[in-house]
């Protein structure tokens, strides 16, 4: 013979019928863990979408950083010019020597 076994609905779950019947109370432990396990996932995704938006964050300052130095380097680029040099040293009355430097050897008989 088979048990008539009472029928669960979720509706029963969410009133408290459920949890009211003496036989019922052996799923205790199991939808606690259940609902442990839904708090778990919920706080993992908030994690992950904050996580998620500092990446960007972050991504987006690296861009911005990556175009303060192309033009860093650029302008250091350009003061690296010959002809931009001896525009600076100009004012200090310096020219441009037209004999080219030649080494000085020590060991040298």
Not at 20 to 31: A, D, G, V
Not at 47 to 52: F, G, P, R, S, Y
Not at 60 to 72: D, F, G, M, P, S
Request: without cysteine; charged residues 30%; positive net charge.
């Amino acid at each position: 013979m088979k048990k008539n076994k009472p029928k669960i609905s979720f509706l029963s779950v969410l009133k408290g019928d459920f949890f009211s019947k003496k036989h019922n109370t052996k799923y205790l432990p199991f939808l606690l863990l259940v609902v442990f396990l839904l708090m778990v996932n919920i706080r993992v995704s908030f994690n992950a979408e904050k996580l998620q938006k500092k990446s960007i964050k972050l991504e987006k300052e690296v861009a911005e950083l990556r175009l303060t130095y192309i033009t860093t380097k650029s302008q250091l680029m350009s003061l690296y010019k010959r002809s931009k040099i001896e525009e600076m040293v100009e004012s200090q009355d310096l020219e441009t020597s037209m004999i080219p430097p030649y080494i000085i050897d020590i060991n040298e008989k």
